[in-house]
Nanobody, 115 residues
Framework: QVQLVESGGGLVQAGGSLGLSCAAS????????MAWYRQAPGKQRELVAR???????NYADSVKGRFTISRDSAKNTVYLQMNSLKAEDTAVYYC?????????WGQGTQVTVSS
């Protein structure tokens, strides 16, 4: 069973930075893609950033230029570096991993940006 464990959330002031980590129980290169999603209160879960097994990345328009997704395959860990944070970035952030016919989620980590 695949386990994804997020860490690094917390409280930060607007304009600040925060880094999230997602440690997987197996090789992250075995997934077709890994991603970060977020869900704010009363809103639907949305894709923030994705990295494919080939290393390609894509981002939500709202975070382009501010967030960076990366990975360390030796540590089986995916990261999300968040800079220039805004109050509207406040949400629970979830790590996601996809294989053919399977999808996995972490438990989520809270990010709160104070204005």
């Amino acid at each position: 069973q695949v386990q994804l464990v997020e860490s690094g959330g917390g409280l930060v002031q607007a304009g600040g930075s925060l880094g999230l980590s997602c440690a997987a129980s197996g090789s992250i290169l075995s997934f077709n893609a890994m991603a970060w999603y977020r869900q704010a209160p009363g809103k639907q879960r949305e894709l923030v950033a994705r990295i494919t097994s080939g290393g390609g990345t894509n981002y939500a328009d709202s975070v382009k230029g501010r967030f960076t997704i990366s990975r360390d395959s030796a540590k089986n860990t995916v990261y999300l570096q968040m800079n220039s944070l805004k109050a509207e970035d406040t949400a629970v952030y979830y790590c996601n991993a996809v294989r053919i016919l399977a999808m996995y989620w972490g438990q989520g980590t809270q990010v709160t940006v104070s204005s």
